[in-house]
Nanobody, 124 residues
Framework: QVQLVESGGGSVQVGGSLRLSCAAS????????IAWFRQAPGKEREGVAVIYTGSYNTYYADSVTGRFTISQDNAKNTVYLRMNSLKPEDTAMYYCATSRFGCSLHTAHRFDYWGQGTQVTVSS
């Protein structure tokens, strides 16, 4: 089992920045990757960014490329999502999730463990 706890959400104005954290504990060695997903009210869940824990390779959704950066600190068992140039359409609940097998941002169902989420609100 893996436990994930997100933090760092909040309310910011357009163009602002936030850094989300995802602290992992438990059987973290079994995870191949950790990803950030988001879901806004009335919308489908969207994969935002993923990092492979072994290679540090990263992939991003087109909507956030160039603005968001995912990184990991193995010493702290924590994955971060740095979000710059925030837009109102970035408003959503953000979740981190781990997977032992599939790591595509388009296959959320293959992620095994999920955190409780942290809210990000961007206002104009």
């Amino acid at each position: 089992q893996v436990q994930l706890v997100e933090s760092g959400g909040g309310s910011v104005q357009v163009g602002g920045s936030l850094r989300l954290s995802c602290a992992a504990s438990g059987d973290t060695d079994s995870s191949v990757c950790i990803a950030w997903f988001r879901q806004a009210p009335g919308k489908e869940r969207e994969g935002v960014a993923v990092i492979y824990t072994g290679s540090y390779n990263t992939y991003y959704a087109d909507s956030v490329t160039g603005r968001f950066t995912i990184s990991q600190d193995n010493a702290k068992n924590t994955v971060y999502l740095r979000m710059n140039s925030l837009k109102p359409e970035d408003t959503a609940m953000y979740y981190c999730a781990t997977s032992r097998f599939g790591c595509s941002l388009h296959t959320a169902h293959r992620f095994d463990y999920w955190g409780q989420g942290t809210q990000v609100t961007v206002s104009s």
